[in-house]
């Protein structure tokens, strides 16, 4: 059935769409969303609703109450958690700090009045500064040796820039632009963050970030103009004996990893499986019986949903 633009349109009087239009950054707007699902979660909210049914509901019971005490003491009790949970050490407080700018966020968009400088003045300071350190070169060496193109390309460029993540939300090829020097030798790359944005700034990585994003470009060119024979596929669950037997069947190298909607995820070679076995003995037992370690059989390491979905758009 078609639909009308009318339709199509958001319904602005809804809470949950006015919460969502006010977020700029999709990733942002996760991170937001997880929060406020969090603070639902503790006071036992609508629990098997979706978040888009909670934040109305939760909307419409503040404005049915006959003053606003519920709301406020329900924000207190989930602050106050919080709180003991930072002097715990269980999580900083910048964390607690995250947790009321989603609040703030959605009872400012839904028009609800919360005396939140009276709230927030017992809360601990954030610090300036994360407590983290930096990865070393022998820990970034190990999260590149999994089978998966786009992860090189990730940390390298993330490490080498310093951009958030939220900046691959908007970042496309057209805004790395490599830098040469007087040889045509490419020595860094300048990034164009948040193109075309009022926040637009620039930042740079290393030739060696520049080539990995390179070669993923190169590699989402349609498989057609590198690979001659029919595509054979595989999800990422399917055990290492199983894709060499279809490279053998076939007399293919290589297989197109797909997921359930058979959409592209990358793809295994033979040298991607030689690696791993060769980092893990363990598994040519596996080659030999069917007594294999359960821990080997995966033929694609799986990632996050953010890391799988990270580079498609550039």
């Known amino acids: ?167 691959w939300d908007s970042l496309r090829w057209k805004h790395i632009i490599p830098i040469n020097n007087e040889n045509g030798d490419i020595i860094a790359a300048k990034i164009i963050v948040y193109g075309g944005d009022s926040e637009e700034y620039y930042a740079f990585m290393t030739p060696e970030a520049y080539r990995s994003l390179k070669e993923w470009i190169d590699f989402r060119t349609p498989l057609s103009s590198f690979m001659s024979k029919p595509i054979i596929s595989i999800q990422p669950n399917c055990s290492i004996r199983k894709a060499m037997q279809l490279m053998n069947s076939n007399n293919m190298r290589r297989l197109v990893i797909v997921d359930t909607n058979n959409k592209m995820m990358g793809i295994i070679t033979e040298n991607d499986i030689f690696r791993q076995i060769a980092m893990n003995p363990n598994m040519v037992t596996y080659f030999v019986g069917e007594n294999y370690p359960v821990q080997y059989k995966e033929v694609y390491v799986r990632f996050t949903d953010y890391m799988v979905d990270l580079l498609p758009n550039l």
Do not use: H
């Open 1 to 167: 059935m078609l639909r009308t633009q009318q339709e199509d349109r958001l319904d602005f009087s809804n809470p949950y769409n006015m919460f969502k239009y006010s977020i700029r950054n999709e990733l942002t707007r996760k991170y937001y969303e997880r929060r406020l699902r969090r603070f639902f979660d503790f006071i036992n909210f609508d629990v098997k609703l979706d978040i888009a049914e909670r934040c109305n509901n939760f909307v419409n019971k503040s404005k049915n109450e006959a003053s606003s005490s519920w709301v406020i003491n329900q924000i207190i009790e989930f602050l106050q958690f919080q709180k003991n949970r930072v002097e715990a050490g269980e999580i900083t407080a910048s964390t607690l700090r995250n947790f009321v700018k989603a609040l703030k966020l959605f009872c400012e968009m839904s028009d609800i009045v919360i005396p939140w400088k009276r709230i927030t003045r017992g809360l601990p300071r954030a610090r300036m500064a994360a407590n983290d350190r930096a990865p070393t070169l022998e820990e970034i060496q190990k999260i590149c040796e999994y089978p998966d193109s786009r992860i090189k390309a990730i940390i390298y460029t993330m490490a080498s820039s310093g951009i958030r993540l939220g900046v």
